[in-house]
């Protein structure tokens, strides 16, 4: 936890680290439906845009500021350059070292990490072998339930709604999203901003009370 | 039944909040959309205060 960043918020903050690709867009959106309507607060290094910021500077305050971390180590595979991407095992590697090495909050930490098929991970990255990691198999409803569980067990009391409940209104909001999308003043879904998309969904939820 | 409160903190988008508010309850209010609207029985979602 750093300066301007109360306890109260670090403790609802997940890290969101992940691959920004069109492919995945239906995975990242499905985790940021997830984390919001578990009362969380996805965090990204699409929160913000500063020419002026360094990159890696935003991703460790982004850490530094996240209780919770959601890693999906899935694309690692090569890319067209056929070179693999090691930018979600590093900051997973980040967020491992802050919980390792910081202080007393940094210590709270607490990780889910995913990846496509199970034990996958043990051909690129053995050094995890040992901790409990779950497979989505691209799927938008697995993630959710993985991402709803995880919160559920580590939430402290919190109240969460169960993962079909979840899916059901995610469902739902994916069915309006492309006239959500309109009103909104954007000609296709997969055009709007992460800030935008994020409070559209919390608008959403909050106008979703039955 | 205890209604629980799950609250949210808007972000900074390009859109401002009212827009946002405005648009979901244009495409929500639809007859269509009306009918299948769902809630947790329980949970409430409303917006944090800004500190």
Same mark, same amino acid.
């Given at each position: 936890m750093g300066a301007g960043t109360s306890a109260v918020d670090y403790d609802i903050k997940v890290f969101i680290n992940c691959p920004f690709d069109d492919f995945y867009l239906p995975l990242f959106r499905a985790t940021i439906f997830a984390v919001y309507s578990c009362g969380f607060i996805?965090?990204?290094?699409?929160?913000?845009?500063?020419?002026?910021?360094?990159?890696?500077?935003?991703i460790t305050r982004l850490i530094e500021?996240?209780?919770?971390?959601?890693?999906?180590i899935s694309r690692t595979e090569l890319n067209a350059a056929?070179?693999?991407?090691?930018?979600?095992p590093f900051e997973l590697g980040l967020f491992y070292g802050a919980r390792r090495y910081g202080n007393k909050h940094q210590k709270k930490k607490i990780a889910l990490i995913l990846e496509r098929v199970k034990y996958s991970y043990q051909k690129f990255l053995s050094d995890i072998n040992g901790i409990d990691i779950?497979?989505?198999?691209n799927?938008?409803?697995?993630?959710?339930r993985h991402i709803r569980d995880w919160l559920n067990t580590n939430a402290g009391g919190r109240i969460i709604p169960g993962a079909n409940?979840?899916?059901?209104?995610?469902?739902?909001?994916q069915k309006q999203l492309p006239e959500l999308s309109f009103a909104f003043g954007y000609s296709h879904a997969n055009y709007i901003p992460f800030n935008d998309y994020c409070n559209l969904v919390m608008a959403w939820l909050i106008g979703t009370r039955a | 039944m205890r209604i629980r409160?799950? #609250?949210?903190q808007k972000l900074e988008g390009s859109v401002p909040w009212d827009v946002v508010v405005e648009a979901v309850k244009f495409?929500?209010? #639809?007859?269509?959309y009306k009918k299948q609207k769902k809630g947790f029985r329980n949970i409430k979602y409303t917006l944090r205060k800004e500190s």
């Open positions: 996805p965090k990204s290094s699409l929160n913000e845009n500063n020419g002026l910021d360094n990159r890696i500077d935003k500021h996240c209780r919770y971390g959601i890693h999906d056929e070179l693999p991407r090691f930018n979600m779950q497979a989505h198999e799927d938008p409803y697995i993630i959710i409940m979840v899916w059901a209104n995610y469902l739902l909001f | 409160h799950i #609250k949210l495409v929500m209010e #639809k007859p269509k």
